[in-house]
Structure formats: C-alpha cells, structure tokens
C-alpha cells in the first residue's frame, strides 16, 4: 500500500515559521516529482510548490514566492516546505502529493497519491 504522510503542521502566530515534512511508504518517489498543494476551508486545492525527482528544479506559486522552500532527501524517501513569514491566508490543510505525470507540476488532478493532510492555522 502506497502511503504519503504529512506531518509538522501546527498553530502559530503572524511572522512564525513552520516546516512540514512529507515521508512515502510502501513504495518510493524517489525518480519522481513531487509537489505541496493547500486547501482553506470553502476553497479549492491550490497548488503551494513542485520539485523535480533530484532536486534540481523548484516552482512556487506567486503567493509564497520567497517565503516557503520546498526541499527533498531522497535518502530519506522525504520531503519538506519549510514555511517563513506566515500570515493567516496561508491557513489551510496541507497535502503532499506525487508523481503528475504529463499532467502539469501545478495541476491537483494530475497528481497521486496523495497524503492525508495537515492541518496549518496562523492566528493573527
């Protein structure tokens, strides 16, 4: 059974950091891409961030350009989005996800699997 788990999420205040971690199960992503998408109440699923199978290539949405670093240890079969400066539109549940194929790095429906999500609220 093929499993990714998100973990690190938490309440924090305007200005905190958080990193979330993202570890695979059951079967490696470790020659694939991989990407963050997040999801506030009464929203769509949003794509965050994307990372190419090495690491060598990164894409951040507009909204967190400069403020969240998507990273990946292959050794671990893991990866992070270390989040800096965060205010409250960035509260949403975060879900990592693999593998989109020819489907486009920031597109949700091109991706599986998925995790199960963890929950990130910045209190103002």
């Known amino acids: 059974q093929v499993q990714l788990a998100e973990s690190g999420g938490g309440l924090v205040q305007v200005g905190d950091s958080l990193r979330l971690s993202c570890v695979s199960s059951?079967?490696?992503?470790?020659?694939?891409?991989m990407g963050w998408f997040r999801q506030a109440p009464g929203k769509e699923r949003e794509f965050v961030a994307a990372i190419s199978w090495n690491g060598g290539s990164t894409n951040y949405a507009d909204s967190v350009k400069g403020r969240f670093t998507i990273s990946r240890n292959n050794a671990k079969n893991a990866m992070y989005l270390q989040m800096n400066s965060l205010n409250p539109p960035d509260t949403a549940v975060y879900y990592c996800?693999?593998?989109?194929?020819?489907?486009?790095?920031?597109?949700?429906?091109?991706?599986?699997?998925w995790g199960q999500g963890t929950q990130v609220t910045v209190s103002s």
């Open positions: 059951g079967r490696t992503f470790n020659r694939y891409p």
């Open positions: 996800a693999a593998d989109p194929g020819s489907g486009g790095y920031a597109n949700p429906a091109a991706y599986s699997p």
